[in-house]
C-alpha cells in the first residue's frame, strides 16, 4: 500500500501563491497532482515521470509548476498567479502501471489538502 500525505494547503486570496508537499515513498514511476471540485471529476493537474517528463493541464500551464526533491522523498506543486477557479481539493497521486499523463487515472491517492481562492 503506497502512502502519500500532502500538505501545504489553505485560503488565499486570487493572485497569491500557495505550494503544495506530498510525502512519497523513493522510486515511483509517475508522481502528480489531481483536483476536485464538488459535483465534477477530478482532474489532472500535473504529473511527472521518474526522469523528469512533466504534464501540465492547459488551465495551469504557466501558473503551476511541479517539482520533485528526492533527497526528501518530496513532491512539491508551486501554484502562482491563483484564480477562483483554482479552488479544489488537492490529491497527490501515484501511479506504476504504464502510462503517465495527465487523462491517466493514478493507481494511488493521498487523502488531499483543500485550496481556496477568494476573488
Known amino acids: 500500500q503506497v502512502q502519500l500525505m500532502e500538505s501545504g494547503g489553505g485560503s488565499v486570496q486570487a493572485g497569491g501563491s500557495l505550494r503544495l508537499s506530498c510525502s512519497a515513498p523513493?522510486?515511483?514511476?509517475?508522481l502528480g497532482w489531481f483536483r476536485q471540485v464538488p459535483g465534477k471529476e477530478r482532474e489532472g493537474v500535473a504529473v511527472m515521470i521518474n526522469g523528469g517528463s512533466i504534464d501540465y493541464a492547459d488551465s495551469v500551464k504557466g501558473r503551476f509548476t511541479i517539482s520533485k526533491d528526492s533527497t526528501k522523498n518530496t513532491l512539491y506543486l508551486q501554484m502562482n498567479s491563483l484564480k477562483a477557479e483554482d479552488t479544489a481539493m488537492y490529491y497527490c497521486t501515484a501511479r506504476w502501471t504504464v502510462g503517465c499523463d495527465i487523462g491517466t487515472r493514478p493507481d494511488a491517492w493521498g487523502q488531499g489538502t483543500q485550496v481556496t481562492v477568494s476573488s
Open positions: 523513493a522510486g515511483l514511476y509517475c
